[in-house]
């Protein structure tokens, strides 16, 4: 199911305008404190957030069926090398990622002076939240536990619990033993899974519908609460993330090339729908439709194997977790002085990439099973909090970079999948003319 071209550009453009104009509007009524513009305020926080929770509606169980379809599209080795191979080129991106962090970062960090005075100043303020988020903060959980965490012992837990990877990894095995079955009996579920998925995507265009309005919302909210101190001593900060995510997707347009075998026109045009979809919603679930329709128009002899990737990318791949979070963390280290030891360091980054196969992919910040990887690495809670003012602008980088590797991957992933495929086609038709 393809969404009007024409309507995408217009929704995105909407939601564009809604944004500038939330914040416009939010910056306004942070001031006064009458009754009007509490209740102006309560009533956009509640549209916003009724709009997000319509996304985490249907984000698991689109997942789960995008999942299932992933693994049941061909009935042949083929999907599972593509699933693996799609894993693969994720973790290069991830170390791709993190690697650009510890080159640029720490050199800005060393020449950048900060106010400690005014950093210990916010602290105090942000202290009194940040001890009550502290009782609901678990422990960061060691490998082991994240490891033996994959197989859910109760599903239904694991779903009000938004323990996102173990339904997933269900999803994949459901959908490993549904190939197996009879063809009589697997056709008939397998019908019904990609019957729920369509209607399921139906619901995301009409979310996708509201994002204008969901975004004037959302903006407003965001610019009212947000402080003009905290914007001058750590905006910085913002800057140099969101820098560094761009950066990133610019480079994912050479490297797509070169692995891909694409064209820079090819890609670029493609990747354009999608990218839209990405800065208007700031979901990568939301793309998911636009995500589709552009890999069946980038690679149009093999469309097999975007139906299998993208889905699972979606789903699963976080390309901006390691670029994000390292730099934040960095950051953080640095405003709050606290030393960066390298064990520490790679702790955390271990713990980002597993947990980034867990997020569904939807607007907002640090979740509270992010923030134990950040105090474990010795970042104070409330500084953590300090930066979730910025989420807004940067989460708009992150959806950015995140559909725009799901589509590097899907081109890496079907050039080099197809490559013995054509060998072999090659090889039978020199056979049949000798």
Sequence with gaps: MEQPRGSARQTTLWSLAGLVAGIAVGSALRSPAGSIGGFLLA??????????????????????????????????????????????????????????????????????????????ALSREASPQAGKLAGRTRAAPGLGDMVVGLVPRNL?????????????????????????????????????????????????????????????????????????????????????????????VLLLYPLTMLAGGLSFRGFASSALGPQMVAVSTRSSLAALPALLTAGERMLPANPDSPRVVLPLAVSMFKVNRTTSALCRLLVILYFWSVPALPPQIYTFLLTVVLLSFSDLGLPGGTQLRTLPAYVAAGCPLEAVMLLEVFEPFSDICKTLLNVTGDLSVAAIVTRWSSRPVRGRAMVAAESRAS
């Design 156 to 248: 239904l837990r694991s779903a009000v619990n938004e323990d996102f990877l173990p339904l997933l990894v269900f999803a994949m095995l459901f959908g490993l033993a549904l190939r197996r079955t009879r063809m009589e009996h697997g056709e008939a579920v397998i019908r019904l899974v990609e019957g729920l998925t369509e209607t399921i995507m139906v619901i995301v265009w009409w979310i996708i519908w509201c994002s204008p309005v969901a975004m004037f919302a959302l903006a407003a909210t965001f610019a009212a609460s947000s402080g003009v101190r905290i914007v001058g001593i750590l905006g910085r900060f913002v800057l140099l993330e969101c820098g560094l995510m761009l950066a990133f």
């Design 43 to 120: 009533t956009l926080s509640g549209i916003g957030t009724l709009w997000v929770n319509a996304l985490r509606m249907v984000a698991l169980p689109l997942a789960i069926c995008n999942t299932v379809c992933a693994m049941v599209r061909e009935r042949t080795t083929r999907t599972a090398g593509r699933i693996g191979g799609a894993v693969a080129v994720y973790l290069m991106l991830l170390l791709l990622g993190a690697g650009i962090v510890l080159v640029v970062v720490p050199p800005i960090l060393r020449g950048t002076r900060v106010d400690q005075g005014a950093i210990a």
